[in-house]
């Protein structure tokens, strides 16, 4: 009787357990963060320095935002471009 009540009771929380496992972020969303972690320089955030980023690597930091922002806005500028050029034929 035992066997069974305890067959019962793990088959129970099993089933419980596995629906909180799917409730979770998909692969490609964690990927996403990741990359916009390493963008936002959090890869150079240290265990001295933490919540910050060291100050070894403020300026390579700061370099990569400013490299980032000049690829997003060089981005912007084909896009509305192309559109202009659209709009002209």
């Known amino acids: 009787m035992k066997k069974i009540a305890f067959a019962a009771l793990s088959l129970v929380v099993l089933a419980a357990s596995s629906n909180v496992f799917a409730e979770g972020k998909t692969r490609a969303q964690v ?12 890869n150079y955030v240290t265990d001295a320095s933490y919540p910050d980023v060291s100050p070894v690597f403020a300026q390579q930091v700061a370099h990569n935002k400013e490299a980032l ?18 709009g002209v034929n």
């Open 31 to 42: 990927y996403q963060e990741l990359i916009e972690a390493q963008q936002n320089g959090l």
């Open 69 to 86: 922002a000049a690829q997003a806005a060089g981005a912007n500028h084909v896009a509305s471009g192309s559109t202009a050029a659209g």
